[in-house]
């Protein structure tokens, strides 16, 4: 929030600053609240533009050994779309965690936070991100349907032209 051009506030603005802290005090607050109200809405849209699509487009993907391959490949990685899921599902846990800490440190209404003449924050006790992919064992479990596929239709096309080879003549 700090300015990068002001390192000092002038004293003629200094009976301003308890205002600008009750702006801010206020307006913050408001501003968080409708950003998780909108996130209701674009998460239904998130699932219906995005989600429900690439669900279907990976049981048609099914038909081919290609996509049985790479459907397998990413739920291995945990890179498939329950991976993805996670992933959205920590950085939301991530933007409550420093929302709260921000509400700790009362930074809506802190100086420090508006203008660096009466101190700095300190961005290093900020909360740091962090996380964990699925064990592999999870990962595995996704994958395992997706390789008993395509194991079974690697199995099924070779019966089928090994068939088709003994009744050719040769």
Known sequence: MNHPHLNKLDDEFEPQVPHVQNYYRFIIPRKIDAAERTWLVRKQALESVYFRPAIVDRIFLRLSPVGMYDAATQAWAGTDLIGLRDFYEAIRKYRRTVIDYFYDKNAFEDRKWFSPDKGSVDWNSLPQFSFQR?????????????????????????????????????
């Open 134 to 170: 699925s064990d592999v064992h999870i990962n595995a479990k996704r994958a395992l349907p997706d390789l008993l596929l395509l194991l079974m239709m690697n199995l099924i096309l070779f019966m089928v032209i090994f068939w088709v080879f003994q009744r050719s003549e040769v």
